[in-house]
């Protein structure tokens, strides 16, 4: 009898076992991923489900990719293979500082990522795009190249908006995706001004912020909306985790191709090909080399045409439409939109072969 229960318990747990749906996800960065287990939260999502996510952390309090891309730990992580998903989170500042964003984030992000294919080449590498500083200002950081700062931010938004373009630059480089956790918090903060997402110290994340950014991660690993899954209501009251749900599914699933979850670039050796985002229509003409801006409804903004390197190679403040030529070398660019009036931005990769 005894044998016959424990092997009726053996089966049930191994079609338990069968049923479910894992997920390995190694993650590399530093506290913005384990304030709050982060990792777990994102598990804790898929409750009532037959769905797990498995993760490995190695995340040291202030870690920067390219101190990942040196450590033996991280690298023997890698090398493990088997991995899922690999998720890259940058020190919080770097990402907003020139000379940390060309000269340490691009080349340790493209070490990390070679790594990984090496050892994993059906994983998806993550950039874990992170979030400005509460009221945005001056970041300055020396990690032995000397002393190198941030332009002053006026505000969190345009913080974030620079934080933003180095995480889809190095996705785009790379042919990786972007987890768009910091720009989830900049629409919910400029929707909902009474929620706060920072901690005390204006940096770290508070338990809302956290939950966000699992619900993006959500939206990210298994490719479907956060809304309706589960939450934790002696830390969340009902009607803000749902909130959060929604806007975590809409920055995701709206831009899809920003994420580069989605193939959809201008190609300028193909003739009368447009492609249509919020209120700009990008076109290409492949007689001349130029792409045509159209400003839908005269909206005031600041557009950037920048180089996988970070090379700015040209800038305007436009309020019509607009006619820029790339007459540089073959390659992947970024057209960056950012309303002077409004919450608008926009960022498209294009090719020119």
């Not at 092997?7 to 530093?30: C, D, H, R």
């Not at 300055?140 to 000397?146: K, P, T, Y």
Request: aromatic residues 14%; negative net charge; hydrophobic residues 35%.
């Amino acid at each position: 009898m005894k044998k016959t229960i424990l092997f009726a318990i053996v089966l049930s747990l191994f079609k338990i076992s069968l049923a479910q749906e894992e997920i390995k996800v190694l993650w590399l960065g530093n506290s913005y991923t384990f304030v709050n287990n982060l990792p777990e939260m994102v598990n804790e999502l898929s409750f009532g489900t037959d769905r797990i996510v498995t993760s490995e952390l190695i995340c040291p309090g202030g870690c920067t990719l390219f101190q990942h891309a040196e450590s033996p730990n991280s690298l023997n992580a890698i090398r493990k293979g088997n991995w899922d998903y690999v998720v890259l989170q940058e020190q919080s500042q770097l990402p907003s500082i020139d000379y940390y964003r060309h000269n340490a984030m691009r080349p340790a992000y493209q070490s990390l990522y070679d790594s990984i294919m090496l050892y994993n080449p059906e994983a998806k590498v993550v950039g874990y795009m992170t979030w400005g500083r509460r009221y945005g200002g001056q970041q300055c950081v020396d990690f032995g190249d000397g002393l190198y700062c941030s332009a002053d931010f006026a505000d969190f938004n345009q913080m974030q908006d620079t934080m933003s373009i180095a995480y889809c630059e190095n996705a785009y480089a790379t042919g990786s995706y972007v987890s768009p956790v910091g720009d989830a918090w900049k629409e919910v903060l400029n929707l909902h001004n009474k929620i706060v997402l920072h901690g005390p110290d204006e940096s770290h994340p508070n338990y809302y912020g956290s939950y966000l950014a699992a619900c993006v991660f959500h939206a990210v690993f298994w490719e479907e909306s956060p809304i309706g899954t589960y939450y934790d209501s002696s830390y969340i009251e009902q009607t803000k985790a749902e909130f959060l749900q929604n806007v975590a599914n809409d920055v995701f699933f709206n831009n899809l191709e920003k994420w580069n979850f989605e193939s959809a670039v201008v190609d300028t050796t193909n003739a009368n090909e447009s492609y249509y985002n919020s209120n700009f229509n990008i076109i290409s003409n492949p007689d001349n080399n130029s792409v045509i801006i159209e400003n839908e409804n005269n909206i005031n903004a600041n557009v950037k045409i920048i180089s996988i390197d970070g090379v700015i190679i040209e800038e305007k403040n436009i309020k019509e439409d607009y006619v820029f030529h790339i007459d540089k070398s073959k390659g992947i660019y970024i057209i960056q939109i950012t309303g002077t009036d409004s919450h608008e931005y926009f960022v498209k990769k294009i090719i020119k072969r």
